[in-house]
């Protein structure tokens, strides 16, 4: 994995004059002693006076949309997002910030991490899922970067180090990027920063990491899930990281393991009662999904026939599951079919097989099944994403226009901010010949992706057309000023930040 680091950084520093706030990704750093108390410190109001939330939301998505543009595995996939959404707002709701505002990502590489961002955005590589052995195991991963958001450890890191030069600031955030993809690579950026100031981000780190480790165990358990996933999770790592030496993966450098820290967490764990938790099938369909495209096609189809063949799976539907995707990567529609009718039987509800059966009907031409499908689904899973863009682009498959913008409408008004919806509804209109609503749809889509000259360009070629009403141009005139007058203001602030 390699972040365009010198782009996000750029990014950062369009948002606000420091750069150091960034280095607070190293939310994930060492943590070399047990939790003192079970009181989480009182945070006050100081560490918010230097980074407000807003600004930490704008700096948020500014990473998210350099990452979302410029990062080859980033994983756009909304089945895969619906998921850890999913369970990332079971965890937020019981947090200590239940109403906060967060988004979960997955960035597509084999070594186990997970960080957290500014603005609550939390990300995970897919190493982190295929190796957790539970949902509660992954669970316990997103709630200790929940706690670091919930902690207020970006806008404390600030407050404590606002007196570091700039540049010691910038190469340290550039080292802590480049550490997410390669620690050797971000040991070294790090080092050619000012030996004090990384000292100080270390030290204060360790306090950090108690403190998520702390609220993260509470959140786990308030959650419903079982306290004793933390545990298992970091002591199978610290086992593994012998087997690596000098030459361990990227977890084990940047989230060095101590005996005193998984102790505490299974002390912890003892004091609780005993918990059985089942961890969701949808866990196991998301972990047989990244599986199933991984490798060759035949590597997919060969693993998963595998596993049925042999009876090695935990959850028969996730292996079902596995190898009908495989199938399809083989273009053996005809197999996968026959394959999905033996899912039936275990009566697995979930968007993910929902959404495989109306792939199945649209892939052999059933367009009018393939929407029952997503309909129904759409009833029972109302917040699944995946169900609303597959039905979204049946509609237009289908040639069903109206409808479709009319199903469009009504999903953004329940979400407007979804960029997603925006390209659809741009692509529809652009099907039927309406080039000024096409422009206006396609340039909200730029304005949440953060791209603000391609909204503003998309908004001048509206102003162009003439197939508009009176009403649709005064829309469009008004929202170009808007937009022109916040370019203004980016504009100005990277002079007064430059």
């Known amino acids: 994995m390699s972040f365009r680091l010198l782009s996000i950084v750029s990014a950062l520093c369009r948002c606000i004059r420091f750069a150091l706030p960034l280095t607070a990704v190293l939310v994930i750093a060492g943590v070399t002693s047990i939790w003192a108390a079970d009181d989480l410190p009182d945070l006050g109001e100081s560490a918010r006076a230097e980074l407000s939330p807003q600004l930490e939301r704008k700096i948020g998505e500014n990473i998210m949309n350099e ?17 850890v959404n999913r369970l990332g707002r079971r965890l937020v709701e019981a947090s200590g910030n239940p109403s906060g505002n967060f988004h979960f990502f997955v960035i597509r590489d084999p070594t186990v991490n997970a960080f957290a961002m500014f603005g609550g955005f939390i990300g995970m590589n897919t190493g982190t899922l295929l190796i957790a052995q539970s949902e509660s195991e992954l669970a316990s991963v997103l709630a200790h ?43 070294a950026t790090i080092a050619s920063a000012q030996a004090g100031v990384v000292q100080a981000q270390l030290a204060y780190s360790r306090d950090f990491e108690r403190e998520a480790d ?31 030496e000098n030459n361990a993966p ?26 059985q938790v089942v961890s969701s099938l949808d866990f196991y369909l998301a972990r047989a999904k990244l599986r199933a495209q991984m490798g060759t096609p035949l590597e997919a189809l060969n693993e998963f026939s595998a596993q049925l063949r042999e009876r090695k799976y935990v959850s028969q539907p996730a292996a079902r599951y596995g190898l009908v995707l495989a199938l ?13 009718d033996a899912l039936i039987p275990l009566k697995s509800s979930t968007p993910m097989i929902a959404g495989l059966a109306a792939e199945l009907k649209a892939g052999a031409g059933d367009l009018p099944a ?19 863009y597959g039905l979204a682009e049946s509609l237009f498959a289908g040639r069903q226009y ?44 730029y304005v949440l992706r953060g791209q603000l000259g ?13 197939d508009g009403n009176f009403y649709e141009q005064s829309t469009v005139d008004a929202r170009l000023r808007e937009l022109r007058k916040l370019q203004v203001e980016e504009a100005k602030e990277k002079r007064n930040n430059g």
């Open 370 to 388: 393939a929407q029952a499908i997503y309909r129904e689904a759409l009833q029972r899973f109302p917040q699944a994403k995946s169900i609303v």
């Open 454 to 466: 391609e909204a503003v360009e998309q908004l001048r070629f509206a102003q162009q057309d003439t």
């Open 145 to 187: 970067e929940i706690g670091h958001v919930t902690q207020n450890h970006m806008a404390r890191q600030m407050a404590k180090e606002k007196q570091t030069t700039i540049p010691s600031l910038i190469a340290m955030a550039v080292g802590v990027l480049a550490a997410r993809a390669n620690a050797s690579a971000g040991i």
């Open 214 to 244: 702390r609220s993260g165990y509470q959140t786990l358990e308030k959650a419903g899930f079982d306290v004793r996933g933390m545990g298992e999770f970091f002591e199978r790592m610290q086992k593994a990281a012998h087997l690596y």
């Open 402 to 445: 109206d409808e479709a913008l009319r199903f469009l409408e009504s999903q953004l008004q329940a979400d407007p901010g979804d960029f997603r919806l925006y390209g659809l509804q741009a692509k529809t209109y652009a099907a039927l010949g309406k080039r000024l609503l096409q422009h206006r749809a396609q340039a909200e889509f």
């Open 328 to 340: 399809i990567r083989t273009k053996d529609l005809k197999a996968a079919e026959r394959e999905f």
């Open 67 to 83: 990452i979302r543009l410029h990062e080859p595995t980033y994983v756009d996939d909304p089945e895969i997002n619906d998921y």
């Open 250 to 275: 990227v977890y084990f450098r940047t989230h060095p393991l101590t005996t005193e820290r998984i102790a505490d967490m299974d002390n912890r764990a003892q004091q609780s009662p005993y918990r």
